[in-house]
């Protein structure tokens, strides 16, 4: 996942549902679902839309057996991918003040070459390199500098 592509998430309607469960779908449940892959992503998920298919139109997949009701119909929310997010550091002490320069170092050419594979031309700080490796952790860090880590 990666900025440009489109978090995709769709429910059967059965037109039996009230406008509370519709709302908690849209505000709750989706939202829910995309905070989560941006967190596993680590991106950023844009605001939804929202819109109701007909079964047969394009795109909308067999009515499931299970599936009936008065009003049968697919709502699709869709929502950018927008940005990879730069953690702000906001504290005065962290796990980057805690490293030796040549550790420090270390983890920025690694941070800033993992960022060049998705992000080829735009490079980071070294600002930016401190959030990354503090927002990933002590843990996948000290991982890394011992040559046990799968890059993130």
């Excluded at 009936?68 to 962290?94: C, F, H, Y």
Aim: glycine share 8%; aromatic share 4%.
């Amino acid at each position: 996942m990666v900025p440009g592509d489109i978090v995709e998430i769709a429910i059967w309607m059965t037109g039996t549902e009230t406008r509370q469960e519709l709302d908690h779908w849209k505000k709750v449940v989706c939202r829910g679902v995309a905070d989560q892959a941006a967190m596993e992503n680590y991106v950023e998920v844009g605001p939804f839309s929202f819109e109701e298919k007909q079964p047969g139109e394009d795109r909308v997949p067999v009515v499931p057996d299970e599936i009936s009701g008065p009003n049968v119909r697919l709502m699709v929310a869709n929502a950018p991918v927008t940005a990879m997010p730069r953690p702000l550091i906001t504290k005065e002490t962290g796990f980057v003040l805690d490293l030796d320069k040549a550790d420090l170092a270390k983890l920025r050419a690694t941070t800033r070459r993992i960022h060049s594979l998705s992000h080829p031309g735009d490079r980071l700080s070294n600002k930016q390199c401190d959030q990354v490796i503090e927002y990933l952790g002590p843990e996948a860090a000290v991982q890394n500098l011992r040559g046990g880590a799968t890059e993130h």
